[in-house]
């Protein structure tokens, strides 16, 4: 099966705080991927990788960065939490480039609260 | 925009009936996937239907695909309690991302 792990269930932070957000996958997947979701709004894509040391914006990735270093390692860092990113955070991971079925497995999620 | 807009928002049903949960989406698409989501978790991949396919199984589940109409629709029969989730439609346009809908909450009645 595969797994993918966060780091943290619950966070609390202050407002301008740096905040990190590990995940981790053990399948070896090429992708990985950071969403955030909000009521009402669905899942809205931070930023992905599709290789280690390789990153690419999503529809949101303002006032956010990546880490990837490792293949199975994907980190989010908020350079300075601001209450606005108070959410819910999720990590997935799939295998594949583009053209696969890129069918997602999912992190438990790590709810943020930002103070 | 989102690509997958989920209808209804909300369902409540009894146990033992059916489900059903649609998907609308705007440009042409790879693949349409269904995710589930139980309260405070993360999701879990359900089923994916390609875009050359129109209807697809999965044990309860029944997945049908019109690309004519950009839309399509979760079947879940026979439902349980324990089928209480938000579902999400998925789609994916080839590239490494996949758009998902803002989800149908389903609440099942015991």
């Known amino acids: 099966d595969v797994k993918v792990t966060q780091s943290s269930r619950y966070l609390v932070k202050r407002t301008g705080e740096k905040v990190f957000l590990e995940c981790v996958q053990d399948?070896?997947?090429?992708?990985m991927f950071w969403y955030r979701q909000d009521p009402g709004l669905g899942l809205r894509l931070i930023y992905f990788?599709?290789?280690?040391?390789?990153?690419e914006k999503g529809d949101i990735p303002e006032g956010y960065s990546v880490s990837r270093e490792k293949k199975e390692r994907f980190s989010l860092i908020l350079e300075s939490a601001s209450t606005n990113q108070t959410s819910m955070y999720l990590c997935?991971?799939?295998?594949?480039?583009?053209?696969?079925?890129?069918?997602?497995?999912f992190g438990a999620g790590t709810r943020l609260s930002v103070l | 925009s989102q690509q997958g807009e989920e209808d209804p928002q909300a369902l409540s049903i009894q146990e033992g009936e059916n489900a059903t949960m649609n998907c609308s989406y705007k440009?042409?698409?790879?693949?349409l996937q269904w995710y589930r989501q139980n309260s405070g978790r993360g999701l879990v991949h359900l089923i994916l239907?390609?875009?050359?396919?129109r209807e697809k199984h999965s044990g309860r589940l029944r997945v049908t695909l019109d690309t004519s109409k950009k839309s399509s629709s979760l079947l879940i029969t026979a439902s349980r309690a324990a089928d209480t989730a938000s579902y999400f439609c998925?789609?994916?346009?080839?590239?490494?991302?996949?758009?998902f809908g803002a989800g149908t909450r389903l609440f099942v009645k015991a």
């Open positions: 239907i390609r875009s050359n396919e």
């Open positions: 990788s599709y290789d280690v040391k390789m990153k």
């Open positions: 998925a789609t994916n346009t080839g590239g490494f991302k996949t758009i």
């Open positions: 440009t042409s698409i790879n693949n």
């Open positions: 399948m070896d997947h090429e992708n």
């Open positions: 997935a991971s799939s295998s594949g480039g583009t053209g696969f079925e890129n069918i997602q497995y």
